[in-house]
């Protein structure tokens, strides 16, 4: 995909627009900093020249009461309209930040298409494009403050400069060149930084997920068990020596940019200390005068300075915003609002799914994991997927549901390409258990209805966690299905194990009732007796519903319509259980070297009784 890229000024006119669009207000906040941090400053450095001149004047002591008073309101003034400013712009800058920019990159890495947020590069991606909206000195707020600073601070050279003309041009020159030389010094330490960014970010991610593995209760036995928190520290050690050394790096370009101008102050100082202070001497200057003049030159750079940091902060600022930009406006290829709507008819009953040789490869280049896959699952058919680890189950089901687009190939619901739907529509057909469960930080109800507490029809989901098993624990907690999963946000909450969240996400896809069921491995953490209750009621869920079941544990399949058996991304064989054991082909080698395990686990069992 061609990569779009992004200008300064269009970053600037998005940023604004959005803000604006949210708050019209903050126009006024925009000029009022502009405003007050050019009149601050001009009446700062004026003041001391107009109390030097009524000192050396010869006018009464109520003409410098009279000048100093209106000195002092006029820099109280532009002090307090400038905190007050500030005060106010950051209020609604905010509000406006968080609805506009962060909860939209929220809603579009929910609604995104799954391969755009699970591949390492894409969440490196989504990383930075978070740090431009919801980090200390983010990149929204750093073109929002600098770009009205930097509109004053050239107003305020401009003007310090036609006054230093007058004194001498030759102290305009050595500003002028020394700043020159530190924004080039500058620019440099922004492009290392620019270069060494997208390694610091996957230094940062690693220490995130260091720290969530660390911490994490389920690997907590392990850790402990198995003495791992020496690992853990020195891998904590190894990402800290990579962030140094990059630190490192971006220190000593800051620091040759502090000495450049540590030098060019003491130039700078020497030649207009010795050009105003010959203006005195030889009557051509005023006190007052060589004073002014001593403030405009001090003035002058600093106004050159902040215009340096104003830039450097904008076009870092900047960068974080063409990541958003970068991420926010990565395509989908899968249609929402304006695929086709999902007929009514399909959620009572969905139509004929086909696999159409399809194939799937992670990498543009690396190896195919599915290989010219086709098969038909009939309405209301029931068909169990299996086979060895990495035989590619998994990967079909993420296919099936629309998490990935085939390589080659079509995956048709309907006579219809799974990619012309409204995908949001489709996916309320589907009832799905996955091989990796993760609970959410809320009730149990709402975990198993997806919705908030008021929406959720409690008798509903009781009867759901009777038919899954999990009522009698429910029923036994003082909040009953009320009770929150882990104390991440309820210091009460509990945690379910293992055989118990399974149960949970049946209950969860009982509660759905969706036309289609997809169980990827639902009883690997279950018991020999709960999973045989558990087989029992996938038989009594799939009834009359199309159903695509996946296990490793071949005598498991046997309440299934057809058996579909992949080996190394192929369909290797097909048919009933009965079928494929007639065959005699991989199928049934694999059934045999498994039942032959479960005999002889049962003889030793027996010989220990």
Not at 1 to 22: C, I, P
């Amino acid at each position: 995909m061609r990569e779009k890229k992004y200008g300064l000024f269009s970053n600037v006119r998005y940023v604004y627009q959005t803000l604006f669009a949210v708050k019209p207000m903050m126009r006024l906040g925009v000029f009022g900093t502009g405003f007050f941090n050019l009149a601050g400053r001009v009446v700062g450095t004026v003041t001391l020249a107009a109390a030097v001149a009524s000192i050396t004047g010869k006018g009464r002591i109520g003409h410098y009461l009279m000048v100093m008073a209106f000195m002092l309101a006029a820099y109280l003034f532009c002090q307090i309209g400038d905190r007050y400013v500030k005060a106010w712009s950051d209020f609604y800058y905010e509000t406006a930040q968080n609805r506009e920019f962060l909860m939209k990159l929220v809603q579009k890495s929910l609604h995104a298409d799954y391969d755009n947020i699970e591949s390492p590069a894409q969440q490196r991606l989504l990383l930075r494009a978070t740090h431009a909206v919801n980090m200390y000195r983010d990149g929204v707020n750093l073109m929002y403050v600098n770009t009205p600073l930097i509109a004053s601070t050239l107003i305020g050279i401009a003007l310090y400069s036609l006054t230093i003309s007058f004194f001498d041009w030759r102290i305009l020159i050595v500003i002028v060149a020394m700043s020159v030389v530190s924004s080039l010094l500058e620019a440099n330490s922004r492009k290392y930084r620019a270069r060494t960014m997208d390694e610091q970010y996957r230094i940062w991610g690693r220490f995130y997920y260091l720290k969530q593995q660390m911490t994490s209760v389920e690997n907590g036995k392990d850790i402990r068990i198995y003495n791992m928190a020496d690992w853990f520290r020195a891998g904590f050690d190894k990402l800290e020596g990579e962030n140094m050394a990059l630190a490192a790096g971006q220190c000593r370009r800051r620091y040759a940019v502090s000495v450049s101008d540590a030098l060019f102050v003491a130039v700078r100082d020497l030649l207009a200390y010795g050009i105003l202070i010959a203006g005195v001497l030889d009557g051509t200057l005023s006190i007052a005068e060589f004073t002014l003049g001593l403030g405009v030159v001090s003035g002058l750079a600093e106004w050159f300075g902040l215009l340096r940091y104003h830039i450097s902060y904008l076009l870092e600022g900047n960068q974080m915003i063409c990541e958003y930009r970068k991420m926010m406006d990565y395509p989908d290829r899968f249609l929402r609002e304006d695929g086709m709507s999902i007929p009514d008819e399909w959620y009572k009953q969905l139509p004929e799914i086909t696999f159409q040789n399809v194939s799937f490869r992670y990498e543009e280049d690396g190896e195919e994991i599915l290989k010219d896959v086709s098969f038909t699952i009939k309405p209301g058919e029931r068909i169990a997927l299996v086979g060895n680890n990495g035989a590619g189950k998994t990967t079909l089901v993420k296919l099936l549901c629309g998490f990935y687009h085939p390589t080659d190939g079509k995956i048709l619901i309907g006579g219809h390409s799974i990619e012309e739907l409204n995908l949001n529509g489709y996916h309320d057909l589907l009832g799905v258990i996955f091989q990796d469960i993760n609970s959410v930080p809320i009730s149990i109800a709402s975990n198993v209805s997806g919705c908030l507490e008021e929406e959720t029809d409690m008798e509903k989901v009781r009867v759901c966690l009777r038919r899954a098993g999990l009522w009698k624990d429910v029923e036994a907690l003082k909040k009953k299905e009320l009770t929150n999963l882990t104390q991440t946000f309820d210091p009460d909450g509990i945690q379910l194990s293992g055989g118990m969240m399974q149960k949970l996400m049946l209950a969860r896809c009982l509660y759905k009732d969706a036309p289609m069921l997809v169980l990827d491995e639902p009883t690997a953490a279950l018991d020999p007796i709960a999973e045989s209750s558990m087989y029992e009621e996938y038989k009594t869920a799939t009834q009359g519903k199309s159903a695509l079941f996946i296990s490793h544990r071949l005598a498991s399949t046997k309440f299934c319509d057809r058996i579909i058996f992949l080996e190394d991304g192929r369909i290797a064989e097909t048919g009933t259980h009965d079928e494929l054991l007639k065959k005699n082909g991989r199928y049934a080698e694999i059934f045999a070297v498994q039942s032959q395990y479960y005999k002889e686990g049962e003889a030793t069992d027996h010989e220990e009784r």
